[in-house]
């Protein structure tokens, strides 16, 4: 998802506070991740595609509070 118009109202109708940990499976590029990070205590991203999650690394860096995990979230 890279409409960022989003991302509140995700957070709105998930009622995320400060003290989650979010799980985001598929991660992408990690622009959900980013903004998840400012809301929760933590953000575990998975992507599976190692190309991709080269760049989710680099999103990721400096937020102190993201995991990424290079994997299938289905297994």
């Known amino acids: 998802m890279v409409d960022p118009s989003l991302y509140g109202k995700l957070c709105t109708y998930a009622t995320l506070d400060s003290l989650d940990i979010v799980l985001d499976a598929g991660a992408g590029f990690g622009f959900l991740s980013r903004f998840l990070a400012d809301k929760c205590k933590a ?3 998975v992507e599976k595609d190692p190309q991709v999650v080269k760049a989710l690394r680099e999103q990721a860096k400096g937020t102190g509070n993201v995991i990424v995990i ?4 289905l297994k």
């Open 70 to 73: 290079e994997g299938d979230v």
């Open 43 to 45: 953000v575990i991203a």
